[in-house]
């Protein structure tokens, strides 16, 4: 009976953990979204299959736990037959993440607001009505040109579609979370806003006095403001093409989610249908401004801080911000020229950047030419955008980002020629701010995935001499080993393509989540040296992970996987049922087992003492006889 019991109890811990694993999430999730025609209601089930006839399919693997990423991939509806109006595609697509990512754009939002308007604490009401309420006019602006002018513009029919996306998100989400972490509308709106949250925040309240700032104070407020180090590196032998980024962020807002989206209209107005794009939860751009699309175009983005007061008095709400321009560039441009000139629409001012388009339709590799225009940029300030062809750069080798202006009239417009009386910071120096010293030194040694991965992690910042013994001063930042304000915000990733890879159909974005420990120690909330983490209710880190020591990924992309299954016909079934049937039947298969083995084993100890028996007995004659009733019996 020994046996019996750990059979039993092992069976019953292998269904356990089963169960366990689908509730965690440590596998795929797959749900379909429909439209009921019967009750005239919209309802998302959880299934084994993609559908291609739901209203929107989505793939989710919640890994965030093991690799510092989760996979989020949604497409909608793709035949162009108008079974579904465009509009409710969109907004199936955006309910799906919502109720698949609930939790974690819980803890997202969690954390952004407990950090971000903390200093308001005292008039705490009224900085939120304010701060939220320039995202609830927006969106309302937004929405209510894009209703107006969609006939006559696929630029604002494509904004009219993110807006119902954005409202599918949050529905999705308030219609499933708990009652006490349901979200308001306009706070919602920052998650995807986020990006644009600072440039709002000292448009509105007004804080920042950049002319009587010291030196060493316009240092802290550039590199709080920065996010990301980027390069486009051509290899020696022009073999291949590396587009890469690191995001600088701060470390509380390290839940971190790859993304996939596939959408298709009727009309076919879209030159874009599918953007793979590193973000976070709650967010239906990419933040980082990061994008692989499928029209061979390949997209990020290096903040530029502006430092003229004057500038932020432009801003308005009556305006598209950046992260709602750019889905609509990325689904209706068709170059890295036509990008940039749909990208200009309604200039909102906020989240100032230089964003980079590489071309690789005007790339061959094999001929080892590269086309004019075949990288463009474009940078921003209130009310003015510039371009530049910067393809010669690239084919002399290398075009490198780094949070400085690049155009002349936005850096002097900026503020960053103003030199302070205690002299002129190295960091907003285009030529001879640190990481500017370090791309130009160190770009020629990157000539393989390995070399790229290294450099975009590097930070030596205690023997390279260009980042003068500071931390943050280094292509990859670390704000939490500064010795002096030490503040966890740095850089949190890493993540680039290889344009060989992606023309030759490997479809790869090679990707790391974390600060960099190549060559310091590896950061953890529960032993981190940060300044501002002996304030708990500022430094939320709610559902972040701790420990930060994660090896890079390389994600093939998986609306392009033919592996992911996909059925025709329409299905309700909820997985986690379907795997607890299964699981029964398990059960059930696991006691007959051990039943027969029970009764295998009594047998063999009855046989076992049968033979016994017959070894020490004495018999005289055969051991088969007849009975009374002439029938044969073992002697």
Known sequence: MK?????????????????????????????????????????????????????????????????????????????????????????????????????????????????????????????????????????????????????????????????????????????????????????????????????????????????????????????????CSALVKLAKDSSDIWFGHNTWNYYILMIRIFKEYRFVTNKGTEKSKTMVFSSYPGALSSIDEFYYLDSNLLVMGTSNTVLNNELYKLITHQSLLVWVRQIMANRLASSAEKWTELFKMENSGTNNAQIMILDMNKINLKKKTIENKALMIIEQIPEYTETADVTNYLREGYWPSYNVPFINKIYNDSGYKVDKKDGKSENIDYIQSPRAKIFKRDFSNINSNEDFKKFIRYNDYKNDNFSSNISSNSIAGRGDLLNKQSICFGAIDAKFFSVKELLEGKLIAHIISGPTNDKQKTFSFSNNTCSESKNEEKFSHKGVNDVWNFPWIDYKFQLFNKNIPVKDKESSKNNLSIYLIFAGIGAILIIIIIIVIYCLCKNLKNYNELNNNIKNTSFKGSLVKENEEGEQDLA
């Open 3 to 227: 046996i019996d019991t750990f059979l039993i109890i092992f069976g019953l811990l292998l269904i356990f953990k089963k169960v366990n694993s689908l509730k965690e999430g440590n596998e795929n999730i797959i749900m379909n979204f429909y439209y009921s025609e019967n009750n005239r209601s919209f309802n998302a089930n959880i299934s084994n299959k993609r559908d291609e006839n739901a209203i929107a399919s989505a793939v989710y693997n919640k890994t965030y736990e093991n690799i510092g990423w989760d996979y989020l991939a949604i497409s909608s509806y793709q035949k162009t037959d108008n079974r579904y109006n465009d509009s409710i595609k969109a907004y199936g697509m955006g309910y799906l993440e919502g109720v698949l990512t609930k939790n974690r754009i819980f803890s997202h939002y969690t954390n952004f607001k407990n950090y971000f308007l903390s200093e308001y604490k005292d008039n705490y009401e009224f900085a939120k009505k304010l701060f939220f309420g320039f995202y609830e006019n927006n969106f309302e602006y937004m929405e209510k040109k894009s209703l107006e002018n969609m006939n006559q513009s696929i630029s604002w029919e494509h904004v009219y579609y993110i807006c119902q996306q954005m409202k599918g998100l949050y529905n999705g989400y308030n219609n499933t979370a708990k009652p006490e972490e349901k979200i308001d509308f306009s706070e919602f709106l920052v998650l995807s806003g986020i990006a644009d949250a600072i440039d709002i925040k000292n448009h509105l309240f007004k804080s920042i006095k950049f002319k009587t700032m010291t030196r060493e104070e316009i240092d802290r407020f550039i590199f709080l403001s920065s996010h």
